[in-house]
T-cell receptor
Framework: QKEVEQDPGPLSVPEGAIVSLNCTYS??????FMWYRQYSRKGPELLMY????GNKEDGRFTAQVDKSSKYISLFIRDSQPSDSATYLC?????????????FGKGTKLSVKP | KAGVTQTPRYLIKTRGQQVTLSCSPI?????VSWYQQTPGQGLQFLFE???????NKGNFPGRFSGRQFSNSRSEMNVSTLELGDSALYLC???????????FGEGSRLTVL
């Protein structure tokens, strides 16, 4: 079993839809959970960052972490064509260095006007 | 504040050649990490440098090497290029160990 599993998509939704992106993981030591967004021909940019369990909201974006199920989600409300990108989840254990940061393979999202 | 700068953005090499990629981190960031991104494997960690010392290394052959200078700028080198080395090479800088990375736009390497 891979440490981090992420459905690669592609996922296509109409403008205004609620989008749900998910990752599962196997390492219970992960404490830091991140979502990165990567536009075509660009480097990833940090979108959301969560420590341990719970929810975090930032505008139209909500990140959820369920450590008991080893499952994290990113919700996008009122999706816009500008949200079309690849979304990568990433996880790190407490005390780990950047070499221990594990990325999912990314879900490609397309929001149609 | 200037972001992470990578040069060159695009390059084409032939098998057997070597390549050097450069990265200038965000001012004040002392950690620089390098990643290889391919459609099949996703983002794979190459190595991390902190204060001119390699702190971590991923599972890549010795043909992949790097270094960091006293001003935190970093270079990575790939020798004896293979077709499979074609990828987007991303540099990221960070201030802490919490996974908050700031990526450059990458250097897209094509090996013919």
């Amino acid at each position: 079993q891979k440490e981090v599993e992420q459905d690669p998509g592609p996922l296509s939704v109409p403008e205004g839809a609620i989008v749900s992106l998910n990752c599962t993981y196997s390492n219970s030591a992960f404490q830091y959970f991140m979502w990165y967004r990567q536009y075509s021909r660009k480097g990833p940019e940090l979108l959301m960052y969560t420590y341990s369990s719970g929810n975090k909201e930032d505008g139209r974006f909500t990140a959820q972490v369920d450590k008991s199920s080893k499952y994290i989600s990113l919700f996008i409300r009122d999706s816009q064509p500008s949200d079309s990108a690849t979304y990568l989840c990433a996880m790190l254990n407490y005390g780990g260095s950047q070499g221990n940061l594990i990325f999912g393979k990314g879900t490609k999202l397309s929001v149609k006007p | 504040k200037a972001g992470v700068t990578q040069t060159p953005r695009y390059l084409i090499k032939t098998r057997g050649q070597q390549v050097t990629l450069s990265c200038s981190p965000i001012s004040g960031h002392r950690s620089v990490s390098w990643y290889q991104q391919t459609p099949g494997q996703g983002l794979q960690f190459l190595f991390e440098y902190f204060s001119e010392t390699q702190r971590n290394k991923g599972n890549f052959p010795g043909r992949f090497s790097g270094r960091q200078f006293s001003n935190s700028r970093s270079e990575m080198n790939v020798s004896t290029l293979e077709l499979g080395d074609s990828a987007l090479y991303l540099c990221a800088s960070s201030f802490s160990y919490t996974g908050e990375l700031f990526f450059g736009e990458g250097s897209r390497l094509t090996v013919l």
